[in-house]
């Protein structure tokens, strides 16, 4: 059964941080597979199997998509930005440098997963309480932090335009 | 020249930006699950389904006919390696230590043990084979709690330990003397408490990575792991019995730990054996979420019972804790010094308590291991003490700050023994921080308020939490917590090499190292004030047993303590080098020379200085040195330190509990600290924040739980209640500066406080919102339900 499903896959065109990709993959195969696996991007993390933690948050044609729960095929035809391609160490993305100016992150694991969360978040609510940050961040966990430097690091972010 | 260069920025004190962050924010860490070898393969376990039972027969065919499966193994197939260690047995006491082997053999005992291991050429084709593999088993029956584990009658886990017990320890007065004192007392009290388990969760779980090199023998082994050197030497000579010098340990980056990433594990021997097996391919092994929430440490799991006597004025006259703690089933690496040494010896707090006895019954169950987690014994105590000063307060009617008040330590009784076995108290000043947190709080304000609404009949109750904490860190010396003492089965130095190399651009190595809490900064931090060398041109090493000194690794808010003190001692014998080689430079003699900022001078001559750089080049070239001296800038500490230090504050958490509902609002969360000196509030202050997190989490939100027949109910991240951004307050944090005289930098450990402070605030909030309803005690997590239960059946 498994061998049959391991031998068809399914022909892919997507485009990851600006750059045109064709693949044939699994049918089973998760994104966040494609990306750290196929791409080598290895910027997003998995860090649970149940859609809960957030480490793997990609944009997904624009959306904050958690990329361990998209199979690879469903996004063929989309645009996906990572981690990588968000900010250069010369222009960081202006979340980017609040997680590092307000002590945003720690260990950094579920750090690229919240920094694509927060930029999304922003994009669409681009002068948030604190209230609504806490609320953007509910796919998200962080272990570390407690979360409030976090919060500091996206107001910082909002605050930069 | 000399005069162009300026000191370099003082660093000690400043909240600077972390330099590890750049990579990490943009991608490029680099953890476990990130390395990519040549032709690896990838693991996957067959776990039992059982918390209990016989392995009648494995069946690993139709697995190995799968294509892209190279290998699998059952646990016969590796009897050459030794069960795993015990590398914290509890002193003076009997041991009865039972360690997993790589895979189990013959019998599991939780569900999530490992019986096989297949090998295959993707991940997905590893997980596919494991399920593939047919394993016959014989339920057995099963034992789950602590305390019912060592009654008769209990399923029997293993021969070595009858009834189940693991051990039996105590400390403090004899049970007759503790008998009479609580006779005596004018006013007792009693609480049983239950600190229940928790599970670590680092956001990245656990793996290795293992190579080995059929040229030489060597093997290389990529871990996850707190103690990359403690693994090296634990493999080396306890599991696989071949010189320490054969395997290279590094640790990546890594995603948080918490703990539960000290231990020596299953797939670090197994993936090594493997790839031997297998000629050299590299091997992974990487826990899915599950497979860490049922097979990695967890931590607590305590079932207490506490007798305080008193004086009718709130003076703690004597203290009787019974406690059995759930070890789960097999005895994980310091799984022993947890529940007696960093538990019962630091029961006593904060205060001067004259008659204390704690009993401490360690058991196995069928459920994962339990070890050191955030804190690691010192919480369960400082949940213990504070919520029984709160049980005297009551009591006797004393305001629950006035009993702390009246029964500190105080600041001329350091250094203080508190009569537990504990090593001296180094300094404190308790009041000066429950002072502090008071007035910043507006405490009367808060009792005033509290009462109003209970006149008035308000919905919203206010519960008022105090917890005043003292907690041990950078535990030593050597010659107390080791096998002669405390029963450590090594030592507990650390290390630090400094060369202050040609250009002057300095590379430490140190055997500390981190999973999150910014040494690379911190260290270089410490090292560029003592060395006037530039904070930028000063690189720290760490992780990787080839080219680091021993360390004994990062854990139990050590690493500055001890492996700081390490790169300040490294710092002060570069300094006497640097001296004697700038004399001769400067054609004086050492006595009349100076060394400050860097720079090399003549008493009273300043400007004719030698820079610290010319002085290592001077070194290095080795053209002109004085009559014996070695070429180079090179020095190397070992440091083991006198005592331990004790950091302690107070944090107040303020809630407002809904009389119909149950539901709590976090109001307020104040943390006054006491860390000693500070080398980077940044850094302290988020090591704060996280540790608030956890610590509340316990009280409010965390538990796992186990049904009877073994199974992990809360055995993912939808089940396992970790907080989310709206479930933590804003925390504000002050401090209060009380140096520590044990190490030069006067420093005393930050990263435990927080979780060690913090559930007994949160808890001892939640109780006070509703006492005045007859509520004495409720157990952890206060979940709504649980609190709108506790306030229904006292009405």
């Known amino acids: 059964m498994s061998t049959a499903v391991a031998q068809s896959v399914v022909p892919v065109d997507i485009t990851v941080n600006g750059v045109e990709h064709h693949a044939e993959v699994e049918p089973r195969q998760l994104l966040v597979h494609f990306l750290r696996e196929t791409l080598g991007l290895t910027g997003t993390h998995v860090g649970c199997d149940t859609s809960s933690c957030g480490a793997c948050t990609i944009h997904l044609d624009g959306n904050a998509v958690k990329s361990c729960t998209v199979f690879t095929a469903q996004a063929d035809g989309s645009t996906i930005m990572t981690i990588e391609g968000i900010g250069t160490e010369e222009h960081l993305h202006p979340v980017q440098e609040g997680f590092w100016e307000e002590h945003g992150l720690q260990c950094g694991y579920c750090t690229p997963g919240m920094i694509m969360a927060a930029a999304a978040f922003l994009e669409t609510n681009p002068d948030p309480t604190e209230a609504e940050i806490r609320h953007a961040l509910e796919g998200n966990l962080c272990r570390c932090t407690g979360y409030q430097n976090i919060v500091k690091a996206i107001q910082y972010a909002a605050k930069k335009g | 020249m000399v005069a162009s260069i300026d000191a370099p920025e003082k660093m000690i004190g400043k909240a600077i930006k972390r330099r590890e962050d750049p990579r990490l924010i943009s991608g490029a860490g680099q953890f476990i699950d990130d390395l990519r070898l040549p032709g690896m393969l990838h693991l996957g376990l067959v776990r039992s389904p059982y918390a209990h039972a016989k392995i009648k027969s494995i069946d690993l065919s139709p697995a190995l006919a799968m294509p892209g499966v190279v290998a699998a193994y059952t646990g016969d197939d590796f009897m050459d390696l030794n069960p795993l260690p015990a590398a914290w047995q509890a002193g003076g006491v009997k041991n009865n230590a039972v360690t997993p082997r790589v895979l189990a053999v013959n019998e599991v005992h939780l569900a999530g043990d490992p019986v096989a291991v297949v090998v295959a050429e993707d991940q997905y084709l590893a997980r596919d084979a494991a399920q593939a593999v047919v394993v016959d088993y014989e339920p057995l029956p099963v034992v789950v709690d602590g305390k019912k584990a060592a009654e008769a009658g209990a399923p029997q886990l293993h021969e070595e330990a009858p009834n189940n017990i693991v051990l039996e320890w105590s400390c403090g007065k004899d049970v007759d003397a503790i008998d009479h004192a609580l006779a005596d007392a004018e006013v007792t009290s009693s609480l049983h408490i239950i600190n229940q388990r928790l599970i670590p969760t680092p956001i990245e779980p656990r793996g290795s990575i293992a190579r080995y090199d059929p040229g030489t023998g060597d093997y290389t082994l990529w871990i996850t792991s707190q103690a990359p050197h403690v693994m090296r030497l634990l493999i080396a000579a306890f599991v696989m019995g071949i010189p320490e010098q054969k395997i290279r340990t590094i640790s990546p980056d890594i995603g948080g730990g918490f703990g539960s990433k000290i231990f020596c594990y299953y797939d670090m021997p197994l993936t090594m054996a493997i790839s031997k097996k297998l ?361 083991d330190p006198p005592n331990c230090t004790f950091p302690f504050g107070t944090h107040v958490c303020v809630v407002e509990v809904d009389k119909e509902s149950g539901e709590i609002d976090l109001v307020k969360y104040l943390a006054v600290d006491d860390v000693g000196n500070v080398i980077n509030p940044l850094i302290v202050g988020g090591q704060l924040h996280g540790g608030i997190a956890q610590g509340l989490a316990q009280a409010l939100y965390e538990g796992a739980c186990y049904d009877d027949d073994g199974q992990l109910l809360t055995g993912s991240l939808t089940d396992y209640a970790i907080p989310k951004a709206r479930q933590v307050p804003w925390y504000e944090l002050d401090s209060t500066v009380t140096p520590s005289p044990v190490n030069p930098m006067g420093a005393k450990g930050a990263g435990e406080a927080g979780t060690i402070a913090s559930t007994p605030a949160v808890a001892n909030a939640v109780v006070d919102a509703v006492r005045h309803l007859g509520v004495d005690n409720i157990q952890m997590p206060m979940t709504p339900e649980r609190i709108w239960v506790a306030m229904n059946e006292s009405n």
């Not at chain 2, 305590?302 to 019974?322: C, S």
């Not at chain 2, 904060?350 to 009993?359: S, T």
């Not at chain 2, 003190?565 to 080098?577: L, N, P, R, V």
Request: net charge negative.
């Open chain 2, 279 to 639: 000629g050299g391919r590299p091997i992974k092994f990487f826990e899915d979420r599950m497979e860490n929430y049922v097979s990695t440490t967890h931590g607590r799991d305590h079932i207490t019972d506490v007798e305080v006597g008193a004086t009718r004025d709130g003076k703690i006259t004597a203290l009787k804790v019974q406690t059995w703690a759930n070890i789960g089933a097999y005895f994980s690496t310091i799984a022993a010094g947890i529940p007696t040494t960093l538990y019962g010896r630091m029961i006593s707090g904060c205060y001067k308590i004259p008659n204390i006895r704690v009993d401490v019954t360690a058991t196995y169950t069928n459920t994962a291991m339990v070890d050191a987690y955030r804190g690691a014994g010192r919480p369960e105590a400082a949940y213990v003490i504070e919520r029984v000063c709160d049980a005297v307060a009551a009591a006797t009617g004393v305001d629950p700050a006035e009993v702390r008040r009246k029964n500190f330590i105080q600041p001329e009784d350091f250094p203080y023994d508190t009569g537990v076995g504990m090593l001296p108290y180094d300094s404190g000043n308790y009041e000066g921080a429950l002072d502090k947190a008071l007035a910043q709080v507006g405490y009367q304000e808060l009792r005033a308020e509290q009462k109003r609404r209970i006149d008035a009949g308000e919905q919203k109750l206010l519960g008022i939490g105090l917890s005043s904490y003292v907690e041990v860190c950078g535990v030593a010396p050597s010659k107390w917590i080791g096998l002669p003492g405390e029963g450590w089965g090594a030592g507990l130095w650390e290390s630090a090499n400094i060369r202050v190399q040609l250009t002057g651009k300095t590379v430490i190595t140190t055997g500390s190292l981190p999973h999150g809490q910014g040494h690379e900064t911190t260290f270089a931090q410490l090292a560029s004030d003592k060395l006037g060398i530039p904070y930028d041109d000063i690189q720290i090493k760490h992780s990787d047993s080839l080219g680091t000194p021993f360390g004994f690794g990062s854990y139990g808010s050590r690493s500055l303590t001890v492996g700081g003190t390490a790169i300040y001692k490294s710092t002060d014998k570069i300094i006497d080098k640097v001296k004697k080689l700038g004399a001769h430079m400067l054609e004086a003699s050492e006595q009349d020379v100076e060394f400050e900022d860097g720079k090399v001078f003549v008493k009273g001559s300043p400007d004719a200085a030698k820079t610290i750089q010319e002085i290592a080049l001077a070194a290095h070239v080795a053209y002109d040195l004085p009559e014996g001296m070695e070429p180079f800038l090179d020095e190397t500490t070992y440091y």
